[in-house]
DNA sequence: ATATCAACCCTTTTT
DNA sequence: GGGTTGATAT
């Protein structure tokens, strides 16, 4: 059954491009190399360029493979293609992300590789939790040798095709971790190696590293793959790291027929090893590579290209280009200076209700981003008060949940009993009796023996295993329940054999027994986890596959992220995201906050140049998703690890050539200048006290310390509040008298006095009422509502 | 073997 | 501030 639209002709669909993005789509004879700025339209090219192979070059879609950076982003673009070569040819493309389309080779290819088609892939918690385990038998200090830092230097060597092996046998190596105070780094690396293959389980960078290894020894398999896939194409290059960009060698070498596309000032994900010389090299690799360039921009105004394009004109390294773009010239970037976090969040919020209100837009329409997911707490707060629907992407992924992620151990260990971190996260859950101690015994034995701890509790005697005899019961049960649900791991379908599992396991019995609100979340959420396999079983039959088994689901829900589980259009949410899961994505009014140094950029990075442009070239990226209305907020003060901290705007700020940005400010952000912070009389005191000290750069004031006490300030320097439609009201308040307290206890405030408080921001007081230590106010907060507070405790500051 | 409480780290970003 | 981990008591 043929689609209608097959049939168009693709000259129909090529006058739409510009001349660059055209000839983009129709060189197909070699190697190509595709710039593509923000919002240049790089998706509809490389949408059409497939449909191009497939139509005018006569190409099998199973030949075409097409790597993109998401999950999501694969399945939208096949859902594109499917439009123009219909349905059916879409859906044997091979395009997904790198990790989904070469788990799926390795499946096929385990033997090469000496690992058992079904086997595990361990996230990071996993891990984490193995290396752990391995810093504990080996008996190191586990302040020295943290999980993170550990798995850091394992994931970087692998990245770079490094092999534990490799690794140790390197004297530079082990100079270096000695160096690092480090010293048995390379004995933890070839233990972890080890202790994943006895588990029969990779992790995310063993997929890419596994591969490589599979093509670079078995030269007939690689050239098999290599010779199937006639034309590759790979998106967001610029986020490609070292090992990617050597797999896409080994397939592309012999052909040459491979067409990249990437933006370099994006690139964005070097902590996760991307290199960004992949793509800035890929001309010299690939010899007689075409290079185009699409540098018009379709998405954005002129005003927030041009302030893009100044802003990441700041960085050194990068391809030369200019983004231009020929929508209206748009509003300015609205930069607003607002006193806390909470002020922050509330004017956005009244933003975000004016537009509305005004444009009659969508709540879809709008996005706030943020560097770090824990900036999010205050604006779903605010969010949730004020009743306006939102949707939070990252952070806890459904996944990552502890009644999930039990569910999932399960699943995985029916699978692959080997799995040594599902094997310990279900031993003892439900509670069975199975305590820490047997659990170190049988983990003892399993490493004496050089065997998996499955292997232990199947043959507990052979293994010399000397546990009492009711604890040998209870594992006898649990071994045997598990080998049941093993056996019908090949027959049984998911669906079938995942409601098993839950009913006979006493998942079930645990998670029904009562009914506090924490159990009925987790009850809906092993709901959703059910309903997520039905429909991911009901999806695989209506393409057509006959048999859908647990590794099959459980293949595909380890390389799920939250940003790909989203669905989508049928929600009309405000997004809250961190920028870098933003990347790709584009709304009307976008929201950029906490531009604060020390936050963004990160203080991670200060002192090293190329991480701090690789965080510039973030907020470009954050910058650019907006079509019409962008918006960049900082707070003077926020809540951060559970301590008021108090910054000065992000140096990014300025890198914006002025010209293109309309300033607002509060008043509170006058009276903390950099010229007025020597002036206040505790400005010194409090400075030198700061708990955390912050390297003092140029473009960094030293953070000022504000006091602790309420303190009225009488403030004579004639600065005049600024009123704005931008969500900072100007101030009706009358202005209080300058007189003297009549009661001491209230500091001077009375009713009609235009106050500061360090987090609501600025307020007028209503009313004063009470004696002595019970005197309250009710104060109207220009951008936090009403609030009654007890002066006594109130941080609150007087200001005419 | 489990429950409770203190101590600790944390916050960069994710396939 | 909060979530997780480890020590201690029951």
């Not at 385990?133 to 550990?150: G, Q, R, W």
């Not at 922050?344 to 709008?366: P, Q, T």
């Not at 499955?454 to 295993?465: D, H, K, R, S, T």
């Not at 007081?765 to 609030?787: H, P, W």
């Amino acid at each position: 059954m043929e689609e209608i639209h097959d049939k168009m002709p693709m000259d129909e669909y090529l006058e739409s491009f510009n001349p660059p993005q055209r000839e983009a789509v129709e060189f197909c004879d070699g190697p190509s190399l595709v710039i593509a700025g923000a919002g240049s339209g790089k998706t509809r090219v490389l949408t059409y360029k497939i449909a191009h192979l497939i139509n005018q070059h006569d190409l099998e879609p199973w030949s075409i493979l097409a790597l993109t950076f998401t999950n999501k982003a694969a399945g939208e673009m096949k859902e594109r293609i499917a439009k123009i070569v219909g349905e059916n040819m879409a859906r044997t493309i091979w395009m997904g992300t790198f990790h989904s389309i070469f788990l799926r080779i390795l499946r096929i290819e385990h033997e090469h590789i000496s690992f058992s088609q079904n086997f595990t892939i361990y996230d990071t918690a996993d891990s984490k939790s193995l290396v752990k385990a391995i810093v504990k038998e080996m008996e190191l200090d586990e302040k020295t040798y943290k999980p993170s830092s550990v798995l850091d230097t394992i994931s970087r060597c692998k990245n770079q095709l490094v092999t534990a092996e490799e690794y140790a046998s390197n004297p530079a190596n082990v100079q270096s971790d000695a160096r690092r105070n480090m010293p048995a780094l390379a004995q933890i690396f070839q233990r972890y190696s080890n202790r994943c293959r006895q588990s029969d389980a990779m992790d995310f960078d063993d997929i890419l590293l596994y591969t490589f290894l599979l093509f670079d020894k078995c030269p007939d398999v690689r050239e098999r793959w290599a010779s199937r896939f006639k034309y590759i194409l790979v998106d967001e290059y610029q986020d490609t790291n070292f090992s990617q960009h050597q797999i896409v060698w080994q397939l592309s070498k012999d052909h040459q027929k491979v067409c990249v596309v990437g933006d370099d000032a994006q690139s964005i994900y070097s902590f996760r090893g991307a290199n960004i010389d992949n793509i800035l090299s890929f001309q010299d690799r690939y010899k007689g590579c075409k290079l185009f360039k699409l540098e018009q921009n379709y998405r954005s105004t002129q005003n927030i290209v041009q302030a893009a394009n100044s802003l990441i004109e700041k960085n050194r390294k990068q391809i030369q280009k200019k983004v231009f773009s020929e929508n209206d010239k748009g509003e300015k970037l609205h930069v607003i200076d607002t006193h806390s976090d909470i002020e922050e969040s509330n004017v956005v919020i009244n933003n975000i209700k004016r537009i509305k209100k005004a444009e009659g837009c969508e709540y879809r329409d709008f996005a706030i981003l943020y560097r770090t997911n824990a900036q999010s707490r205050v604006f779903e707060d605010s969010l949730r008060k004020e009743a306006l629907p939102y949707r939070i992407y990252g952070g806890l992924s459904f996944y990552q949940r502890k009644e999930i992620k039990d569910i999932i151990a399960y699943f995985r260990l029916t699978v692959n009993p080997n799995d040594e971190e599902a094997f310990r996260r279900i031993i003892n859950y439900p509670a069975r009796g199975i305590g820490q101690t047997t659990v170190n015994k049988i983990a003892t034995q399993a490493n004496l023996n050089g065997t998996s701890l499955w292997n232990v509790i199947c043959f507990p005697e052979q293994y010399g295993l000397s546990i009492s005899k009711s604890t040998l019961g209870k594992i006898v049960q649990f071994q045997e329940m598990m080998s049941k649900f093993s056996e019908e791991a090949s027959t049984k379908s998911a669906l079938d054999l995942a409601k098993d599992i839950l009913h006979n396991s006493g998942i079930l019995n645990d998670i029904y027994k009562d009914a506090t609100p924490e159990d009925l979340s987790r009850q809906e959420n092993v709901e959703e986890l059910v309903n997520g396999i039905q429909e991911f079983c009901e999806s695989r039959t209506e393409e057509g596959n006959e048999h859908i088994y647990l590794i099959d689901y459980l293949s595909e829900v380890s390389l799920m992220s939250d940003v790909d589980s989203d669905n989508g259009d049928d929600d009309n949410k405000i997004t809250l995201m961190t920028i870098h899961s933003a990347k790709g994505l584009e709304f009307d009014t976008v929201f950029v906050v906490g531009l604060e140094e020390g936050l963004f950029p990160s203080q991670m990075v200060s002192g090293n140049p190329r991480e701090m442009e690789e965080e510039r070239r973030l907020f470009y990226v954050a910058i650019t998703r907006a079509k019409t209305h962008c918006f960049i907020t900082y707070a003077q003060s926020r809540f951060r690890y559970g301590q008021m901290e108090f910054s000065s705007p992000s140096r990014f700020i300025t890198d914006i050539d002025p010209q293109f940005i309309d300033r607002k400010q509060t008043l509170y952000s006058s009276l903390n200048t950099r010229n007025d912070d020597v002036s206040l009389p505790w400005a010194k005191k409090r400075t030198s006290s700061f708990t955390s000290p912050r390297p003092f750069t140029p473009f960094q004031p030293e953070p000022l310390r504000r006091p602790a006490s309420s303190m009225p300030i009488s403030s004579s320097n004639g600065l005049s509040s600024s009123s704005s439609s931008y969500g900072i009201p100007a101030s009706s308040a009358p202005t209080a008298s300058q007189s003297a307290p009549s009661n001491p206890s209230r500091n001077g405030i009375s009713a009609g006095s235009t106050v500061l408080h360090d987090r609501f921001g600025r307020g007028t007081v209503l009313k004063v009422e009470g004696q002595g230590d019970n005197t309250k106010a009710r104060i109207k907060f220009d951008n936090s509502g009403e609030k009654i507070l007890l002066l006594k405790f109130a941080k609150l500051r007087l200001i005419n």
